[in-house]
């Protein structure tokens, strides 16, 4: 079963829009959530993390909002550039030790000029 | 400052045939992690190790072998290739006072 869902597999904006991609989690042992960004042929990096203790955690244009209670998390990107057309994913830090990460399958953004 | 390294970037392999990828990280971090994407699917772990001589399974380990016998080290051993195998594989490494895991640029391996 998937314990980190992406049910978005692509998304498309205007530059210069907000791009808002959504991950949904099972799991209440996870303590930290990430995003990475992938281009192709290339390995996943990391973009912005977020405690599950906190609500909000904002870098430039990358704000990453948290719902416990729904267990939902979001990406917010503003303003949105062609450079970011990239696929993203959301990823849940197991707690306890061995500190894996469990992946979304991604969802694929596009911006368009 | 390399970062992770995995080697080689492509190969294909017949049935049967086995193969190291290899995996080295210059961070030092005790951490490693190997995972493998197919098409349109998320990242899935294969096989972590906390540090070095320890090694645990993952999500999906069968058909694989892993070893930790430095802190650098990381290699992933398949044993008799199957189709089922063909995938893009990952390693990462992640330092005990970091969040995020970094990654290596990926092989691709093709089983035909």
């Known amino acids: 079963d998937q314990q980190v869902k992406q049910n978005s597999p692509s998304l498309s904006v205007q530059e210069g829009r907000i791009s808002i991609l959504n991950c949904d989690y099972t799991?209440?042992?996870?303590?930290?959530f990430l995003w990475y960004k992938k281009y192709p042929a290339e390995g996943p990096t990391f973009l912005i993390s977020?405690?599950?203790?906190?609500d909000k955690n904002e870098d430039g244009r990358f704000t990453v909002f948290l719902n416990k209670s729904a267990k939902h998390l979001s990406l917010h990107i503003v303003p949105s550039q062609p450079g970011d057309s990239a696929v993203y994913f959301c990823?849940?830090?197991?707690?306890?030790?061995?500190?894996?990460?469990?992946f979304g399958k991604g969802t694929k953004l596009t911006v368009n000029p | 400052n390399a970062g992770v390294t995995q080697t080689p970037k492509f190969r294909i392999l017949k049935i049967g045939q086995s193969m190291t990828l290899q995996c080295t990280q210059d961070?030092?971090?005790?951490?490693m992690y190997w995972y493998r994407q197919d098409p349109g699917m998320g990242l899935k772990l294969i096989y972590y190790?906390?540090?070095?001589?320890?090694?645990d399974k993952g999500e999906v380990p069968n058909g694989y072998n892993v070893s930790r016998s430095t802190t650098e080290d990381f290699p992933l051993r398949l044993e008799l290739a199957a189709p089922s195998q063909t995938s893009v594989y990952f390693c990462?490494?992640?330092?005990?006072?970091?969040?995020?895991?970094?990654f290596g640029q990926g092989t691709r391996l093709t089983v035909v």
């Open positions: 990823a849940a830090r197991v707690s306890g030790g061995s500190e894996k990460l469990v």
């Open positions: 977020i405690s599950s203790i906190k």
């Open positions: 961070m030092n971090h005790n951490y």
């Open positions: 799991n209440s042992m996870f303590d930290y």
């Open positions: 190790s906390v540090g070095a001589g320890i090694t």
């Open positions: 990462a490494s992640k330092g005990q006072l970091n969040t995020e895991a970094f």
